[in-house]
């Protein structure tokens, strides 16, 4: 399987690519790579300006919105306002 993203056979090549990178854009720090990592989709390295706790945090962001829990927040927050209404008692008069 191959991704659309620019890949690197070794991790060597794509560390040379930042290299590259980051010399030709001295002074931008607009999203300039910082490390190597391997897809697990391709088996090959892409470059990516995320340190590696800032992917976990996009990680677990792009779980929650692909859960059930956000697909369904709306009907599921529905549920939870009408089981948690004060529920009003009629009580007929005996007259």
Do not use: W
């Amino acid at each position: 399987m191959s991704c659309c993203k620019t890949s690197y056979e070794t991790k060597e090549l794509a560390l040379i690519k930042i290299n590259e990178i980051s010399k030709k854009e001295k002074g931008n720090h607009n999203r300039i790579p910082i490390r190597a990592y391997r897809c697990e989709k391709c088996n090959l390295f892409h470059l990516t300006s995320f340190t590696r706790s800032k992917q976990k945090e996009v990680k677990l962001k792009q779980e929650y919105f692909n859960s059930v829990e956000f697909k369904y927040r709306d009907e599921i927050k529905s549920l939870n306002q009408k089981e948690n209404k004060p529920k009003l008692l009629k009580f007929k008069n005996k007259d």
